[in-house]
T-cell receptor, first 114, second 121 residues
Framework: GENVEQHPSTLSVQEGDSAVIKCTYS??????FPWYKQELGKGPQLIID?????GEKKDQRIAVTLNKTAKHFSLHITETQPEDSAVYFC?????????????FGQGTTLQVKP | GAGVSQTPSNKVTEKGKYVELRCDPI?????LYWYRQSLGQGPEFLIY????????DSGLPNDRFFAVRPEGSVSTLKIQRTERGDSAVYLC???????????????????FGPGTRLTVL
């Protein structure tokens, strides 16, 4: 089955610096890759996603890149702010017909120091 | 509210008891998912509904777990004879859904609720 590996497990950066989180997936049929931000005591919140027909997507300070050949994708946060501190999860989705489920990475705890 | 809601937010029960967890998806969303998240881990898939039917229940750990969605909207996750290892946050998500076999731009995005924290003593 699908497996998603996420690195690093923890990441500490200074405010204003960039943060990069990387994920690899095993199922070449996966076609949708969302990123979620989860704050303490809350459910995961979608922050950006990318589909397999696109190599890069950007939304203000957040960008995601996808390399289908290597089966890895990355989250880039620029100009980090203290409110970016949270746990970030990558996921892979293999949707086909009436089945499909998100397979999550293990999570990255991001700490942005003021 | 426009988001996914889950009740209760917290549930404490004793080993061996029966519990029900409720999920109200975003209005109009035909797809509904249940996940379980243990401390320090990513969510793990349990079951997926398309409309009223369970299209994929491969993630349910054993036959103590069961979920229903009788009218294609609200869903209930039911756990019988709870065990301490069932303690976790149970997350519900919904997505717009789509036609079988066709990838649509908005169909795959899953929106999560706040979760129910289940503690089995």
């Amino acid at each position: 089955g699908e497996n998603v590996e996420q690195h690093p497990s923890t990441l500490s950066v200074q405010e204003g610096d960039s943060a990069v989180i990387k994920c690899t997936y095993s199922d070449s049929a996966s076609n949708y890759f969302p990123w979620y931000k989860q704050e303490l005591g809350k459910g995961p919140q979608l922050i950006i996603d990318i589909r397999s027909n696109v190599g890069e997507k950007k939304d203000q300070r957040i960008a995601v890149t996808l390399n289908k050949t290597a089966k890895h994708f990355s989250l880039h946060i620029t100009e980090t702010q203290p409110e970016d501190s949270a746990v970030y999860f990558c996921a892979a989705f293999r949707g086909s017909g009436n089945t499909g489920k998100l397979i999550f990475g293990q999570g990255t705890t991001l700490q942005v120091k003021p | 509210g426009a988001g996914v809601s889950q009740t209760p937010s917290n549930k404490v029960t004793e080993k061996g008891k029966y519990v029900e967890l409720r999920c109200d998806p975003i209005s109009g969303h035909t797809a509904l998912y249940w996940y379980r998240q243990s401390l320090g881990q990513g969510p793990e898939f349990l079951i997926y509904f398309q409309g009223t039917g369970a299209a994929d229940d491969s993630g349910l750990p054993n036959d103590r777990f069961f979920a229903v969605r009788p009218e294609g909207s609200v869903s209930t996750l039911k756990i019988q004879r709870t065990e301490r290892g069932d303690s976790a946050v149970y997350l519900c998500a919904s997505s717009p859904g789509g036609l079988a076999g066709r990838l649509r731009a908005s169909t795959d995005t899953q929106y999560f609720g706040p979760g129910t924290r289940l503690t089995v003593l």
